[in-house]
């Protein structure tokens, strides 16, 4: 899918970065810095004490947010959450949804929402967020992001709904293109909104597992890899999913670390040859790619591919490698699974991947 990001760190900051449309979340390469202990974002120690506290009412209009502030302990103080929040199911079912979506994506092509969200929106926000439902609920902190305006509610988004709040809540941006501003990120929520206490443990945990994977894949032979964020037109990843990669033991040359994803031809994807081939299309779920995977099949040079021709084929959940969140890291790890299922023989948890059949006709269930 394609995006207009536009891109800002600092919560005040006035300058726009006009970007070109690229897939699901561009971000320029800005230098991010991090409040100490007396400040949060610029404002005085006693403000920051004063949202340190269990009576912060928090609002995710972002769903790597929403999974940070669970992750947390924190989901008593989660009063609402965007449309697209969804883990963790039990928490993200009791809370009010305050956005809608401007195109309904179910029943369209890779290529429909391609054009969609793209040209056919040049401009105007995807997203409506119900600004009298966010009166009702009153947040003290809204969390959200500048990466992608096409694949949730931006900052943008959340200025105008809140222009008639009568009061101004904290809105915290979150715009990470690195799993260590990822976990960093975890941290900074933690003492935005009150989970600071164990919130260094919790990280701690993360990177042991992040750390495990690289251990066990670092002297493996790395296998070409090419990580396809659209299908129809094809992207390229970018972000944090070239450094996934490398981690668990293969190189993806085409992707972009720390930048943005870009469409590709398709006859270079052909040229570079990958010996493994991920599907891992922005927001559509694994149902969804296996049934358009019939789609890739008929692409010219499809069957010289080394990665079909071994039959290292997979489709990943999207959730694990699309949001910027803790789950990254079981995304980490369910690469190892499909770069290196020698070294990694553990099953991988179900619905988090699909393989080629043996047939190479359809996506199968992988563990």
Known sequence: MRCDGRAFWLVDLDLLWQRPPYSCGTAPALHRTFPDSSHVFGCPASIGR???????RIVSLLPSATE???????????????????????????????NTVSIDTSQLTSQEIDTAAGGGHRGASLYHVDSELLRQLR?????????????????????????????????????PVTLDQVLEDVDLVARTAGGVDHSAELVHGLRARLDSVRTRAAELTRPRVF???????????????????????GRDELGTPAGPSRRIDWQDVVAYAPEVLVLIPCSL???????????????????????????QVYAGNTHLFSRSGPRLVDGVEALARMLQPERFSEPIPSHQALKVSSDGQRLEPYQ
């Open 50 to 56: 004063r949202l340190h506290c269990a009576c912060v």
């Open 68 to 98: 940070i502030v669970c992750l947390l302990g924190l989901e008593e103080q989660l009063v609402g959450v965007s449309a697209d929040s969804d883990w963790p199911p039990e928490v993200v079912k009791r809370q009010p949804v305050l």
């Open 139 to 175: 947040p003290d902190l809204i969390l959200t992001q500048e990466i992608c305006e096409v694949c949730a509610v931006s900052r943008r988004d959340v200025d105008l709904a809140t222009q008639t709040l009568g009061y101004t809540p904290r809105v915290l941006s979150l715009s």
């Open 227 to 249: 990580c396809m964020e659209w299908l129809d037109p094809p992207y390229t990843a970018g972000h944090w999913v070239p450094e996934m990669v490398d981690l668990a033991g």
């Open 285 to 311: 779920e694994l149902e969804r790619v296996a049934a358009e995977f019939g789609l890739l099949r008929e692409l010219p040079g499809w069957g010289t591919l080394p990665a079909v021709q071994s039959g």
